[in-house]
């Protein structure tokens, strides 16, 4: 259509345009009428600029009258000194005085009004999310976004890194997660599948000798979608050729700070911490704890100091191989909250939930007397010890926990987490990164007896473990499967304020190894050719040594805009039940598409709209 | 496992180096026994670096002795002047004199020797994709191809536009070529598709306010391959708000700018021509002539000289509506061509094919005599004037067909071409881009009747032409698609030396516009809201007028590397039956995976592997 191009965006003319001739394209985003002046506020994603239309100008006054919100305009005029000011925009000290008004196209009152604070559910703004994308706020989130992507390039094309595009129609290897299919149409029957992550393949570029490599990727995972994952997400893949694991951390860290420099002007201090799988585990009962939490201890392990006490339930925990003692202090004086009977029965619920039979604890009140249902069991040296080792004092609660070690950490953790949750003892305008290192290779689990790697297959076991394939070989059943769960791996994952963000490791670089491992979790030889014939005969061609990490995009983009969802960094996503309720796929194909493929529907899920 | 670090890459070290302690790590790319001297060619991404090791390290020396071609090497030692110098490589004035020798993985024989001009054949190359990208070749093409992911994206990050990810897991609505389609397991029987290009989510982007959208996208055709085809290939996928086509071109000529200069140091000019549908189908027989073409005249229609002849042929053309005579000028002289009774014969059964009874020519041969089965039709001054309109002369030859338009034109465009590749008449040196602009918004197939879109549903026609959709309803059959396929559209390709390298337009943004040009196409009502309600229903809150332009990412990149194959210039590339021959996909998926998608194959495709 024929119209007058913009001169300007709506963001960007100031007092120092005053009497330039300018046109500017945009939304209505308000319209006011006042003593029979009209004022339009024209929105693009620039900014808002404002429209004087005088009814003098009768024939543009007219046309002007009929636009509604959201109506797409074209104006022409001067720029002109505003004479009351509007110092909370750029564009506040001037307005447009109108001499040409064209509208471009017209708009039906939309189903929520386009403003930061909207109130549709979040279903409608799904569905319209033409309009919700309107919302300066979510376009302030793709803008970050498109930031990001730009900074993390660069710095590795500064480094030397090759961005390579793996494919997208690769080899189902299901594991982990179940894999999107794809039929083939050419060869019925067969299928490709969506990567879960282009792990082999950017293995494979390390053994074509292509050194460093890096891509911005969509992985795909078809799970039973939890309230914050989406059937595709984006992760930042890099790999390196001729590395230890401080080469990755070197690699990467630098990254960061650049990104939290440009996005936020914030000095990330570096290197990043760097504790071991066991260490935070046995401090945190998490393996991805939230440094930023205050008012709450490390984890304290006191089997040492309650191991030769008569009491029953410490003394059947610790009877078992692997049971513990362990408590966490919460300060809650010092952050103004009252632990009430209620509050500690709460928690109590909770623990019981987690399969305990309680909660011990003790309480050192504020006015000096002490609470604690375990004060019958405990003599007087072990509750000074206790206290001393946690350097508890008034105004602070030591919550205890006796049980299976692991079992015992983690569930501390969650406690520490929830308290911290409940009642914000997380310091939000801290960004606490962790290296986490040395997890284990595989997961054992006890009752049915399969071991799976913890991370994936291809992971390195550390070189001084590697006997420990060999003295398994001469065991069987737990004793095999703890030994093998006890061999760490050159794995690692890096931590933001107790989410994972990113997930790496030396990589296995020799077939004889790879194959040790492929056994260990169980693959026959024959699945081991099928699946990764390709990958076990490039190892045999002088694969170098070689390691990286895959980064969570979307999840480090959110944490920028201080968002909890990745959804509201996304531009189209999908509901938890994989649809999209814009354009309302996934959705029924012609029967002329599925005869094509080869393929037939089995099940038909009933009322799936 | 453990080894020394590189301290330098193997393309780095010079005379300004010597006397450093050094660690290289890399492939053995040939070793050589010079006297009891060992030589190593170190190779790595980078470059190579000669390794000297006397016999005198007699440790080293035994280990260095085993490793063969391929096998991965961690070497250290010192930088010391060469005393007979390489010059052809950066690192030829320098060796390294060993002091530690380690190996890090060992290589069978590869199956192909790992050098440049490789010969061993395509598909045992793409089976051992990961030995093939270790050749030079094949690394330069992917670091160019990095390298143009960067300027492109720099270049728009500079100027506004936002990167934004569109959903891999779309809405199936088939229409060009056929769609991948992923079967949703929440939603049993509905089905996703993989774009074919995200058309209607940038549309979406726009109607959303976000001015200007960039990414390099994935995008898939399930198609019959052809030879340079690719099931998954990359576009660079913009759209731009408040626009006209000029301004398109304007965002996009300075980018390829960048490209030329930065990739192969060639200053293009701009602005690069523009030429309608019309003229070039009119002058070169092509909607993307190649420009580089020499010793060819364009096609001259003689129409006008001829159409008082008595010769049948011509008469009978001419008295079709459409009909035309047309020809084209071949300078074989000037280009050391000798054009004999054979070739002659042999083009003449290349227009046989196309649908001609023959093939008229008028040889003007070097010693002033002429040539044409036509002569004893034309009279003097039809000779005369057909000499003269072609400015022909002596040692030209001009070629000439007759028939329907379009088909006279686009197979004198054929023959040009096919001239222009038989003889080499192209000028490889030169970069020739042309804008080709006004294209018909409709198909009109005369056989079918039926009516498509010319590139897609979604571009303008242009405004001084909507009246034909309304004088369309009052007639049918031929008259009527004559009359829609005669409405031109903004709507433009970008051609590079006679490939189409991108397609754009100016979209339809008015919901009114939308329908009418759905309805031509013949979708119904319930199609419409079925396939594409959700962009109908955009348009109707206040859509901006828009448009933008897809460029063919991996052709523009082989072009750049003096490619005609676009998968060299692609990582993991399929074959034209759409596998991998490295991993074996798509391959054969457990029942179980089938039945959590409520699928089942009714047809196997036999001996597929």
Known sequence: MSFNTR???????????????????????????????????????????????????????????????????????????????????????????????????????????????????????????????????????????????????????????????????????????????????????????????????????????????????????????????????????????????????????????????????????????????????????????????????????????????????????????????????????????????????????????????GLGYIKYNSDGSVQSPLQKFLNEEVQAKIKNVFEAKDGEIIFILSGAKKKVLTSLGTIRNKIAADYKLIDKSRYEFLWVTDFPLFHYDEESGEIAAEHHMFTSPKAEEMYKFDEAKNLSGKERGELLQSIKADCYDLVLNGNEIASGSIRIHRQDIQKKVFDVVGLTEQEQQEKFGFLLNAFQYGAPPHGGVAFGFDRIVAILCGLDAIRDVIAFPKTVSAASLMDESPSNVAQQQLDDLGIAITIQTKNSD
Chains 1, 2 share one sequence.
């Open 7 to 357: 001169t300007h965006t709506c963001g960007e003319l100031k007092l120092s345009n005053a009497n330039e001739v300018v046109t500017l394209n945009g939304w209505v985003a308000k319209k006011r009428d006042l003593g029979g002046l009209l004022f339009i506020d024209l929105r693009d994603r620039y900014g808002i600029t404002q429209i004087k239309i005088a009814p003098e100008q009768k024939d543009i006054y007219e046309v002007a009258s009929k636009v509604g919100n959201e109506f797409v305009i074209s104006v022409g005029g001067v720029v002109i000194e505003r004479e009351s000011k509007n110092k909370n925009i750029p564009t506040g000290e001037i307005e447009i005085d109108v001499q040409k008004f064209q509208i471009l196209n017209e708009a039906s009152v939309t189903p929520f009004v386009i403003e930061d604070e909207v109130k549709a559910s979040e279903d409608l703004r799904l569905q319209y999310r033409y309009l919700d994308l309107r919302r300066h706020s979510l376009q302030r989130n793709l803008m970050i976004r498109s930031d990001v992507y730009r900074i993390v390039r660069n710095f590795y094309a500064d480094r030397n890194f090759v961005e390579v595009e793996t494919p997208i129609l690769m080899k189902s290897t299901p594991e982990g997660a179940r894999d999107y299919l794809v039929p083939s149409r050419v060869h019925k029957g067969k299928f490709y599948a969506l990567p879960q992550s282009p792990q082999t393949y950017k293995q494979i570029l390390m053994v074509s000798g292509l050194d460093r490599y890096i891509q911005i990727c969509k992985c795909f995972r078809d799970e039973d979608l939890r309230a914050d994952r989406q059937p595709e997400f984006t992760q930042i893949d890099l790999e390196m050729s001729f590395v230890h694991q401080q080469d990755v951390f070197n690699m990467t860290e630098p990254m960061f700070k650049e990104i939290w420099k440009e996005i936020l002007g914030i000095e990330l201090q570096t290197p990043f911490p760097q504790m071991s799988y066991d260490f935070v585990l046995e401090n945190y009962g998490s393996d991805k704890p939230d440094l930023r939490i205050f008012g709450l201890s490390k984890i304290v392990n006191i089997s040492e100091i309650v191991k030769d006490l008569e009491f029953v339930v410490f003394k059947n925990a610790l009877a078992e191989k692997n049971g513990i003692v362990g408590g966490v202090k919460f300060s809650f004086a010092e952050n103004n909250i009252d632990v009430t009977r209620k509050i500690i029965d709460g928690l109590t619920d909770f623990v019981k939930k987690l399969g305990f039979g």
